[in-house]
């Protein structure tokens, strides 16, 4: 089988599949009352509507078909652990998916979410899903290869952080699953083309979120008519994980989602200034406070998308490390200014207390 006859086979799967479920998370989510509520920081029309949460149901099965169905691909495959990677990617998503899926049903306090978090790392890395080195911007090689200890702790705070940044992030109709969608995309460029000699086989993974996340997105764009629910914890986990899986692209990522990063860093330190807990719900977040500042939904999200997309594409035109470095001081500047501006321009409202998914 070809290359191009693999990519359009895994992304067509993951799409065709999550488009065919969606109806019925919908229908389900519905029937079982498993919905949005409105009130707190959750003010948008989809909340007014009760709109089903179990959408990420379908991009979740959509995903993981499309994966397996990757493994199957007569195509070369070059790392020796590559297949235990995929196993530990597999597993750990499913761990994170149930917990967002009960999540979604009980409504949990923060602890068995982070609980659910720290097992599913802790599964990555069990199965090779670790950072065991970084690019130094500097010199342009690859450092030492960190003690244990040092590479279990940065690779259970890098996938815990990818998890939270991107349920945090699941405020807006499409946000989340369009960032998702260009993380995506970079992920899978890197990895099929701009990488010598190519990682065919690594690159289906991202293609195969990339297949799922577009057939939610048909449902969840403005006006949503499914949510995805606990399922941007799964999202957060997939992209951290295929950051590291085939060599490390966490320059690739932290540029990417550079801006919603930042955004959840803002608002720890943010929280913990004002003496509350850094995981209450509020309307402190960039995308909340751009709607209440008088932004409409469709212009919030394509402006994210925009900014994602722009630093995304700096990643695959930009060769050395430095200037990625570069890049990324400038995007952590810029976002750091405009959530300065809008701090001193309004008030942050009241906890929503719908912890932790600020």
Not at 36 to 53: Q, T, Y
Not at 299 to 318: H, K
Request: hydrophobic share 55%; with cysteine.
């Amino acid at each position: 089988m070809t290359d191009s006859a693999a990519f359009l086979l895994v992304f067509v799967i993951g799409l065709g599949v999550t488009l065919v479920l969606v109806p019925l998370m919908d229908w389900l989510g519905r029937r079982f009352g498993i919905t949005s509520k409105h009130g707190g920081r959750r003010l948008n029309e989809g909340d007014k509507r009760r709109v089903s949460k179990l959408g990420g149901v379908a991009l979740f099965f959509g995903f993981t078909t499309a994966a397996i169905a990757a493994q199957f691909i007569p195509i070369d495959r070059f790392d020796a652990y590559e297949i235990i990677r995929f196993i530990g990617l597999m597993l750990g998503g499913a761990v994170i998916f149930l917990v967002g899926l009960l999540d979604d049903i009980f409504e949990f306090s923060s602890f068995p979410q982070f609980l659910g978090q720290f097992i599913a790392a802790a599964i990555a890395i069990i199965f090779q899903i670790f950072i065991e080195y970084v690019s130094n911007p500097f010199t342009g090689q690859q450092t030492e290869s960190f003690p244990y200890l040092v590479t279990v702790s940065i690779s259970l705070f890098w996938l815990v952080l990818m998890m939270n940044t991107m349920n945090w992030l699941d405020g807006l109709d499409g946000l989340a699953g369009g960032v998702t969608l260009i993380a995506g995309a970079m992920l899978f460029i890197n990895s099929a083309f701009r990488i010598d000699p190519a990682q065919t086989s690594v690159s289906l993974l991202p293609l195969a979120l990339m297949g799922a996340t577009l057939g939610f997105l048909v449902h969840n764009t403005y006006p949503a008519r499914v949510f995805m629910g606990g399922t941007a914890h799964f999202l957060g986990y997939t992209l951290g994980a295929l950051s590291i899986i085939g060599g490390a692209k966490m320059g690739t990522i932290l540029l990417v989602l550079g801006l919603p990063l930042v955004d959840v860093v803002w608002q720890i330190f943010n929280r913990l200034l004002r003496g509350r807990s850094p995981f209450t719900g509020d309307r402190g977040h960039l995308h909340f406070r751009l709607q209440d500042l008088g932004f409409t939904q469709r212009q919030i999200v394509l402006g994210y998308y925009a900014f994602c997309t722009l630093f995304g594409v700096l990643t695959l035109i930009i060769s050395s490390e430095l200037y990625k470095f570069v890049a990324l001081a400038v995007l952590l500047a810029i976002v750091a200014v405009v959530l300065f501006i809008l701090q001193r321009r309004m008030a942050v409202r009241p906890p929503a207390g719908d912890s932790p998914a600020p």
